[in-house]
T-cell receptor, first 113, second 113 residues
Framework: GAGVSQSPSNKVTEKGKDVELRCDPI?????LYWYRQRLGQGLEFLIY????????KSGLPSDRFSAERTGESVSTLTIQRTQQEDSAVYLC???????????FGPGTRLTVL | GDSVTQMEGPVTLSEEAFLTINCTYTATGYPSLFWYVQYPGEGLQLLLKATKADDKGSNKGFEATYRKETTSFHLEKGSVQVSDSAVYFCALSDRGSQGNLIFGKGTKLSVKP
């Protein structure tokens, strides 16, 4: 059906507040990825979910970042006590299998004032 | 660690000009290589890929050849159109990393009529 969707599309928050970003992958896709794109930079890998396996959190920049995924459905990325350097576009992607073609959502633009 | 370096933009061309966007990579294993494109206001989408040395990926008139000897995956198109204006990202996926993509910083292409 539809592609990967993300919400909200834009989020402005104050430094120190917590934010939650949502990703709805393509139905049936077992793998889900979160990336961050800072202004003028390439995408940085944050976290990877594959089915019911333990997630690969190796890309999370600090313990303020966490993510959850229930089964093979929705994922949420939570950033606690946001800092200005967290300002970026957060992209979610899903694929049918690990190492398969990744389909990207439109991203959430986060601005921390 | 693995990395991708691509030529910095922006690149401005006239319609029907020849396009080359250089991309080189560093990887310890045998990565798959990708070009992703982000059209204005749209999400990131896969343009083409190559999974082993000497493979040529092609799509929409774009081509890139996986060159192991020069660790390169340069993107080319013989005659660009205004509709090709977008940001192009070179990326790799190390088979040992469960499909996580490592991206270059992106090259913005503007094609003038």
């Amino acid at each position: 059906g539809a592609g990967v969707s993300q919400s909200p599309s834009n989020k402005v928050t104050e430094k120190g507040k917590d934010v939650e970003l949502r990703c709805d992958p393509i139905s049936g896709h077992t793998a889900l990825y979160w990336y961050r794109q800072r202004l003028g930079q390439g995408l940085e890998f944050l976290i990877y979910f594959q089915g019911n396996s333990a997630p690969d959190k190796s890309g999370l920049p600090s313990d303020r970042f966490s993510a959850e995924r229930t089964g093979e459905s929705v994922s949420t990325l939570t950033i606690q006590r946001t800092q200005q350097e967290d300002s970026a576009v957060y992209l979610c992607a899903s694929s049918f299998l690990a190492e398969g073609e990744q389909f990207f959502g439109p991203g959430t633009r986060l601005t921390v004032l | 660690g693995d990395s991708v370096t691509q030529m910095e933009g922006p690149v401005t061309l006239s319609e029907e000009a020849f396009l080359t966007i250089n991309c080189t990579y560093t990887a310890t294993g045998y990565p798959s290589l990708f070009w992703y494109v982000q059209y204005p206001g749209e999400g990131l989408q896969l343009l083409l890929k190559a999974t082993k040395a000497d493979d040529k990926g092609s799509n929409k008139g774009f081509e890139a050849t996986y060159r192991k000897e020069t660790t390169s995956f340069h993107l080319e198109k013989g005659s660009v159109q205004v509709s090709d204006s977008a940001v192009y990202f070179c990326a790799l996926s190390d088979r040992g990393s469960q499909g996580n993509l490592i991206f270059g910083k992106g090259t913005k292409l503007s094609v003038k009529p």
